[in-house]
């Protein structure tokens, strides 16, 4: 599966931002997808993750309440709305899947085979 990362851009504190990634495959359906994020001079960090059917979600601690992951299937595509924006959200976010067959979310990058290219958060403060 092909990933296509988008609705990255410049916010100002306390904005909003929906990111979209959209699957090439209609196959997309089985996969469990997450949402990373690596700040300049920073590892990746696991964001948000979905299940495959989208009955199960789960986010980094910090950023429970502000961001929210969802999946329309019928479009191949995962969404990380993210509220609230702070300045230390400014990062590359990716969306990653997981090989078809794993149905658990994972906060392990290593966990996830195939990624987007990256679309580029910037929050002003």
């Known amino acids: 599966v092909q990933l296509q990362a988008s609705g990255g851009g410049l916010v100002q504190a306390g904005g909003s931002l929906r990111l979209s990634c959209a699957a090439s495959e209609r196959t997309f359906s089985l996969y469990t997808m997450g949402w990373f994020r690596q700040a300049p001079g920073k590892e990746r960090e696991f964001v948000a993750g979905?299940?495959?059917?989208?009955?199960?979600?789960t986010y980094a601690e910090p950023l429970k309440g502000r961001f929210t992951i969802s999946r329309d299937n019928a479009k191949n595509t995962v969404y990380l709305q993210m509220n609230s924006l702070k300045p230390e959200d400014t990062a590359v976010y990716y969306c990653a899947a997981r090989s078809s067959g794993f149905t658990l979310v994972s906060v392990d990058s290593s966990d996830y085979s195939k990624w987007g290219q990256g679309t580029q958060v910037t929050v002003s403060s």
């Open positions: 979905i299940s495959w059917r989208g009955g199960s979600t």
